[in-house]
Nanobody, 115 residues
């Protein structure tokens, strides 16, 4: 059974930092892409940061220079370090793993940035 366990969300003041993590287990196919998406109330889910299968990274323009995605392959965990947080970063953040046979999503973790 595939499990994605997210942690690290919470409430923080503008300018603060949070670190999200997402550990995956039960996936037996190679993971192609992994990363983070977010969904704010009333908005569509959007890409935040991802690793591609080639190892390169993609960031949304709105988070470049503030967020950093990293991973620990041995632990099958992906992280998102979020610095200089802004109220507009408030959303539910979802981790995402893509294999050749399926796409998997975490349960979501709430990030709230107060002004």
């Amino acid at each position: 059974q595939v499990q994605l366990v997210e942690s690290g969300g919470g409430l923080v003041q503008a300018g603060g930092s949070l670190r999200l993590s997402c550990a995956v287990s039960g996936i037996f196919f190679s993971i192609n892409d992994m990363g983070w998406y977010r969904q704010a109330p009333g908005k569509q889910r959007e890409l935040v940061a991802t690793f591609t299968s080639g190892g390169s990274t993609n960031y949304a323009d709105s988070v470049k220079g503030r967020f950093t995605i990293s991973r620990d392959n041995a632990k099958r965990t992906v992280y998102l370090q979020m610095n200089s947080l802004k109220p507009e970063d408030t959303a539910v953040y979802y981790c995402n793993f893509v294999t050749v046979v399926a796409v998997y999503w975490g349960q979501g973790t709430q990030v709230t940035v107060s002004s």
